[in-house]
């Protein structure tokens, strides 16, 4: 192998790569907000100047979204901050999008988890963690909120200790909370940095107290200081120090406190991703590892996305680059269709933005044009027959028959699916005799999928309950095909193919898929299935 190329190595080496995790209603949209302020990609949070009433995130593209007042889609930003190229991917909190977020997990090489302070850790909050473990991600925590009457941070952290089996190591501590919320006590640096709270705007007016001693201290806040600390001898007396290592093992994080709406603790975190979040790492490609600082180019598509603007009838691929280096124009190998491919002018993403991009290394996420030819899991290389692995899909458990109000809508009806399909906001199952039926992980996904039909595509179309419960993807034992031959012609009526044509058994019943997979025992009947 040559040696690395200088100029990607340093580059690879400034990239940071994350996603914000959180339940519902946590503070990720606020804080993303706030870091895109911090990092100087946005001037004001939240808002178009002048349209204070239809204020709406920054980081929510979509009518539905708006409407709706949860992120559906997973938007990726870009953004310098310290010499570093910052790409934070935003992720539906929603449970019902979560297929959609654990992919975006498989894209990011560290994750902000977000608390609040006063629900400690809740239901989402569990199953996001149990994915980013899967890849020993490394989480800053972010217990937000405290401006509000919270629960004493002694006993949330516990409860993340207790429940996420996470070591916490406290890097700022808050002082006072609700009303009395004055800010945070950094640890690290034995310092407390003031500055007016503003909801909206940065401001730069700040003051920086040095010591946990200094009487200016208990000048300030006479109120707060001794319970401050106490509980900070508490938390140095009993816990471990921060160990970077060990929070890049993922079983380490150091956590930060703070008010997302106020700005508090905001800096604290931006400072943790550029200082200790990881540069891109190797990659399991299937047949090998794949280095971030190899020359020739290399990524996989996590994300596709119809339509997310609507002046533009398109499609964007979301694609991880894991190697080498994009420029424009450049061609590709298609792994899957085994052909090459052009990359004419890729994206690059700022909330509702979008740029043309022109550099990308390992850890940036460009958008690529697509009209089809790229699905959910594509590997694109220069050449190397390689396969990313992980991208999960998973057996829906909700399912709808869907068929046109106006049957001469019927091809604009499976266009419309084919893409959504394509685009991970729903799974699309057809058998022989022309049905379709929808299935998903949340009941919420019908509801944006019948939306966008009839907005996007122009469908009205009559969703009905289906006799179909559960479905599983087939695999079968390599007998010449006689085997997969003698099941569809047995079990035809349960049959169908996904999106991507893949053979699934729909289910009518728990005990139909027992029966069934008792009857047929060397047939795998499989709950997830893994792109790559
Ligand atoms: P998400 O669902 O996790 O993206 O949460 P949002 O950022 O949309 O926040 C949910 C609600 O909590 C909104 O009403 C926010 O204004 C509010 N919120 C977010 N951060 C804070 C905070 O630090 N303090 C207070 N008091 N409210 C907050």
């Known amino acids: 192998m040559t040696s ?76 310098n901050y310290k010499g570093k190229v910052i790409n934070l ?14 992919r975006v997990l498989t894209a990011v090489d560290a994750a902000v988890m977000v608390i609040d302070a006063a629900k400690g850790v809740e239901a989402q909050t569990i199953k996001l963690l149990e994915i980013c473990r899967l890849r020993n991600t490394p989480i800053i925590t972010f217990i ?11 006993d949330v952290l516990d409860e993340i200790e207790d429940v996420l089996q996470l070591s916490c190591v406290p890097i700022t501590w808050p002082i006072g ?3 009395n919320f004055r800010g945070v006590f950094s640890l690290l640096n034995d310092e407390l940095v003031r500055f007016r709270p503003g909801e909206d705007h940065l401001t730069h007016e700040t003051e920086v107290i040095r010591g946990l001693d200094n009487p200016k201290l208990d000048e300030l806040f006479p109120m707060e200081m001794k319970d401050v600390r106490d509980a900070i001898s508490l938390v140095k007396g009993a ?42 790492r190797p990659r399991d490609a299937g047949t090998r590892m794949v280095q971030p600082t190899e020359s020739p180019f290399t990524g996989f598509v996590f994300k596709i996305q119809a339509n997310m603007d609507p002046r533009h ?6 694609f991880r680059v894991c190697s080498g280096r994009y420029t424009p124009g450049m061609k ?51 050449g190397e027959k390689l396969g990313f692995v992980g991208i999960p899909f998973f057996a829906p458990e909700l399912f709808r028959s869907v068929r046109c109000k106006d049957p001469f809508k019927e091809k604009q009806l499976r266009q419309g699916l084919q893409e959504l399909g394509e685009e991970g906001a729903i799974q699309v199952f057809t058998d022989d005799i022309g049905h379709i039926y929808l299935g998903a992980v949340g009941v919420l996904q019908f509801e944006i999928v019948a939306q966008r039909l009839a907005n996007e595509y122009r469908v009205d179309a009559i ?53 069934t997979q008792k009857h047929w025992e060397n047939v795998k009947f499989l709950t997830t299935r893994e792109m790559g």
């Open 463 to 515: 969703y009905e309950p289906t006799e179909v419960s559960t479905a599983r993807w087939l695999l079968f034992p390599d007998d010449k095909g006689k085997t997969k031959e003698e099941f569809c012609n047995e079990q035809a009526a349960r049959l169908a193919v996904d999106a991507d044509g893949n053979l699934v058994y729909l289910a009518t019943s728990v005990y139909n898929l027992q029966t």
């Open 89 to 102: 991917l935003d992720t539906p909190g929603h449970q019902d999008f979560s297929e959609d977020t654990y």
């Open 177 to 179: 909370m609700g009303k």
């Open 332 to 382: 590709v190998f298609h792994v899957r269709e085994g052909k090459e491919m052009k990359i004419p002018n890729a994206l690059t993403f700022m909330a509702q933005e979008r740029k043309r991009m022109d550099d990308a290394v390992a850890g940036d996420i460009i958008g690529i044009y697509n009209h089809g030819q790229l699905h959910i899991g594509d590997t694109l290389t220069e």
């Open 144 to 154: 937000n909120k405290m401006d509000r009457e919270v629960r004493d941070p002694l």
């Open 239 to 280: 816990g471990e120090p921060f160990s970077l290592e060990r929070y890049l093992a993922g079983d380490q994080s150091p956590v930060f406190f703070g008010s997302g709406i106020n700005n508090f603790g905001v800096e604290d975190v931006l400072e943790a991703l550029v200082n200790w979040a990881p540069s891109p």
């Open 4 to 79: 690395p190329n200088p100029a990607l190595v340093r580059d690879v080496a400034d990239r940071r790569t994350f996603a914000i995790i959180s339940h519902p209603d946590a503070g990720k949209t606020t804080l993303t907000e706030k870091l895109l302020l911090f990092g100087g990609a946005i001037q004001l949070a939240g808002a178009v100047k002048g349209r204070k009433a239809a204020r709406h995130a920054t980081s929510d593209w979509m009518e539905v979204e708006k409407q709706r007042g949860i992120s559906v889609t997973s938007s990726v930003m870009q953004f």
């Open 313 to 318: 009838r398109d499609r964007i691929a979301f």
